[in-house]
């Protein structure tokens, strides 16, 4: 099936450094997404993304956070500063059309460990 | 509290037998989703059903839903021991699409040899 890549699939980096999470999705869809999944909770919304904007966020969708997809290349999420507590596993997520016709594909996650 | 959850949190069975995995939630939606998460991948979707349907079936997978007990529940016939996974449920909370999806935190499901 469709097939979302996350570059990379561990991020170690010290406390107030800036990372940049990679996603590749899939080739013709047109809206994009990421999770946030602390260890041993459930999976939450971060964003979603169209047309070079950002269509809703939630509260979790700090200051520090953004998102870009530059011509067609990797959906990006940069977090800058980073924090303690943003240590979890972002999920990424790509789909060809929003409503209940919606399939959401997502990528197996990169572990992100802010020490 | 959460706005979905699976029970149990986890189950075991052997090969072979049936299993089911429940789901409650607590807004009204538009769809309900069943995914599933292997080790080392990310969640692939299972079954989705609409809040106007009880019950949809993919393969040896069926998924029911009653929206006046805000419930839902999946069943896996004939497992198999690929099945192991974890299992989550996802509501749209009433977005009109999987747009902005609420996930509980699963069940854990190992299929035994």
């Known amino acids: 099936g469709p097939k979302v890549l996350q570059i990379p699939s561990h991020q170690i980096i010290d406390m107030g450094q800036m990372v940049t999470l990679n996603c590749d999705p899939v080739s013709n869809h047109l809206y994009f997404y990421w999770y946030k999944q602390i260890l041993g909770q459930q999976m939450e919304f971060l964003v979603n993304f169209y047309n070079g904007k950002v269509m809703e966020k939630s509260k979790l969708f700090k200051d520090q956070f953004s998102v870009e997809r530059p011509d067609g290349s990797y959906f990006t999420l940069k977090i800058q500063p980073t924090a303690l507590e943003d240590s979890a596993v972002y999920f990424c997520?790509?789909?060809?059309?929003?409503?209940?016709?919606?399939?959401?594909?997502f990528g197996a996650g990169t572990r992100l460990s802010v020490l | 509290s959460q706005l979905a959850e699976e029970n149990p949190w986890a189950l075991s069975v052997h090969e072979g037998e049936s299993v089911t995995v429940n789901c409650s939630y607590k807004?009204?939606?538009?769809?309900l989703q069943w995914y599933r998460q292997k080790s080392g991948e990310g969640p692939a979707q299972l079954i989705l059903i609409r809040s106007n349907e009880r019950e949809k079936r993919n393969g040896r997978l069926r998924a029911t839903l009653d929206t006046s007990s805000q419930s839902s529940s999946l069943s896996i016939t004939a497992t198999r021991c690929e099945d192991t996974a974890v299992y989550f449920c996802?509501?749209?909370?009433?977005?009109?699409?999987?747009?902005?999806?609420?996930f509980g935190k699963g069940t854990q499901l190992i299929i035994q040899p």
């Open positions: 807004t009204s939606i538009t769809a």
């Open positions: 997520a790509s789909s060809l059309v929003l409503g209940d016709q919606n399939t959401l594909y």
């Open positions: 996802a509501t749209d909370a009433d977005t009109g699409g999987a747009d902005r999806l609420t």
